[in-house]
């Protein structure tokens, strides 16, 4: 992806409510999308990951994400957030094949916080 | 486990002086990264290394260096230690022929006074 941009840079939701953190992509062709998640004090654990297979895709801890070609969006969402959910959340993207893959693109983080 | 490590975990330093970040992976891949993460910006790419031969300027790469000494080691060197560069630091593995997912390290948190 030549560009990966999220929307808000701190959301705030209640235990028990939705989450949502948006995930815009720029490329000109159908990119690998990433989300990466870091609680304090630790490195980047993967998510989940679009590679061009089903659009919905499931991740741990009750994530997922659908990516949508027509918005060029891949959102991530959890029914039900947990207070253990708090960390900061990135976004990525790589273009299959061609020079530049292998490299990733980051937006620039999501921080969620969850209220009792 | 397999694992990407990193050594320092933090690490105070003075302007001017010349520090070495140092990353290892048992995983076996191929491909290794370096960036570093600042507030708002997200994860920026300094170095990359798709093999042992293959040394690649990222993003930003002015005022870093970098060495392959193996498959498994990858280290980031910054020659004169600047306080712009007081940053959180990561290494990251993947494998190349996949899809490129990325695997991190803990990170190494330097200061520059």
């Known amino acids: 992806a030549q560009s990966v941009t999220q929307l808000g840079s701190h959301v705030s939701v209640s235990e028990g409510a939705l989450v949502l953190l948006r995930c815009n992509y720029s490329s000109s062709v159908p990119p690998y999308l990433f989300w990466y998640v870091q609680y304090p004090n630790q490195g980047l654990q993967l998510l989940l990951k679009?590679?061009?297979?089903?659009?919905l895709v499931k991740g741990i801890n009750g994530f997922e994400a659908e990516f949508k070609k027509s918005e060029t969006s891949f959102h991530l969402t959890k029914p039900s957030a947990h207070m253990s959910d708090a960390a900061e959340y990135f976004c990525a993207g790589t273009n299959p094949g061609g020079t530049s893959y292998g490299k990733l693109t980051f937006g620039q983080g999501t921080i969620l916080t969850v209220h009792p | 486990d397999a694992d990407v490590t990193q050594t320092p975990r933090n690490r105070i330093t003075k302007t001017g002086k010349r520090i070495m970040l140092e990353c290892s992976q048992t995983k076996g891949h191929d491909r290794m990264y370096w960036y570093r993460q600042d507030p708002g910006l997200g994860l920026r790419l300094i170095y990359y290394s798709f093999d042992v031969k293959d040394i690649n300027k990222g993003e930003i790469s002015d005022g870093y260096s970098v060495s392959r000494q193996a498959q498994a080691k990858f280290s980031l060197s910054l020659e004169s230690a600047i306080p712009n560069q007081t940053a959180l630091y990561f290494c990251?593995?993947?494998?190349?022929?996949?899809?490129?997912?990325?695997?991190f390290g803990p990170g190494t948190r330097l200061t520059v006074l």
């Open positions: 990251a593995t993947s494998l190349s022929g996949g899809t490129n997912e990325q695997f």
């Open positions: 679009y590679t061009s297979a089903a659009t």
